[in-house]
């Protein structure tokens, strides 16, 4: 399943769930006006990740964990849609760190949307990390 976000730019953004990100057809079939997904932002956290974090929130680390992409890379021209992980939790533990990654996220979604892109977000199940990510896109905006 997935929605279209209104963005008051000349992108399109989806909320959908990993389930449909990677169903055969999923992307494809959001594409509007010809436009296929140029972008595509998970909000998953694998266990490493996730260690990594509470590394950093124990001080064993120095820096906390960065946007990451995946295959292909942003100079890659191969037409597949670029993807990014900004990995979030849903736990209270995670709260501290969360202004950092939406930020990150929130940039990765307005460099895409200002040129056009079609970005889907995703997370599990669409509803809580994803969402959070999008909601917070317009006072990212309001204040870049």
């Not at 056009?116 to 199940?125: E, N």
Request: charged share 20%.
């Amino acid at each position: 399943m997935a929605a279209a976000v209104e963005t008051g730019t000349e992108g399109s953004l989806f909320l959908g769930t990993e389930a449909f990100a990677l169903s055969k057809g999923g992307l494809e079939s959001l594409g509007a006006n010809g436009r296929s997904i140029t972008h595509r932002l998970s909000c998953l956290m694998t266990k490493e990740e996730e260690d990594a974090w509470l590394a950093f929130a124990e001080g064993l680390r120095l820096e906390p964990p960065r946007l990451s992409f995946i295959a292909p890379t942003p100079e890659d021209n191969s037409g597949s849609p670029l993807v990014a992980r900004s990995p979030m939790a849903d736990e209270d533990a995670f709260a501290p760190f969360a202004p950092a990654v939406l930020s990150q996220a929130a940039q990765f979604l307005h460099d895409a949307l200002s040129k056009g892109g079609s970005v889907y977000v995703h997370c599990s199940q669409g509803v809580s990390r994803s969402a959070t990510v999008v909601r917070g896109l317009p006072t990212y905006d309001a204040e870049s």
